[in-house]
């Protein structure tokens, strides 16, 4: 849990947390406040997604620790000291990650509101298993919800970005 101030006339708690790659220090009025909205709105990353805002669309997908987990359902107050990893730290700084190299290629975005919690989970995927199968795959993806329906094409790009990382780490 975070550190509280001891001040009887505050109730900000400081949380430390590792956000891609860099350290910061957020103070927080409220320890339940969901982690998506301190990446939006108190560190300015608005790459991860706010949409069903109950954990079950996939939209806000965050890495926690190298673990994929949904940022509207995660409270603050309890990643203290975590190491978080959002879209916008997927890649090698200006370079885009594989998955999303074949996301364009495969054509595989509309409206891209989805994209961002697959790109991560599929970093993820691909980080512990570089050759899935499609069943894997379709596992992996089977919490992400696409409105415009693009799973075919999402599933060809995460087998051709298996395919150019396989041998290299992601």
């Known amino acids: 849990m975070s550190a509280h101030d001891a001040s009887a006339d505050s109730a900000i708690d400081t949380v430390v947390l590792v956000v891609n790659g860099e350290r910061r220090t957020v103070d927080v009025d409220d320890p339940r406040m969901p982690l998506v909205f301190v990446l939006r709105?108190?560190?300015g990353l608005r790459g991860t997604k706010l949409s069903c805002g109950c954990g079950e669309c996939g939209a806000c997908a965050v890495l926690v620790d190298g673990v994929e987990e949904r940022a509207c359902m995660l409270a603050i107050g309890d990643l203290d000291g975590s190491t978080v990893t959002t879209?916008?730290?997927?890649?090698?700084?200006?370079?885009?990650h594989p998955v999303q190299v074949a996301l364009l290629a495969e054509q595989a975005s509309q409206c891209g509101y989805c994209l961002p919690g697959i790109v991560v989970a599929a970093s993820a995927l691909l980080a512990r298993d570089p050759d899935p199968s499609e069943t894997t795959i379709?596992?992996?993806?089977?919490?992400h919800l696409c409105r415009c329906g693009t799973y075919g094409r999402v599933v060809r790009a995460l087998r051709r970005a298996a395919v150019a990382t396989k041998g290299r780490a992601t």
């Open 87 to 96: 879209i916008e730290g997927i890649g090698d700084g200006g370079t885009l």
């Open 138 to 143: 379709a596992t992996t993806l089977a919490g």
């Open 41 to 43: 709105d108190r560190l």
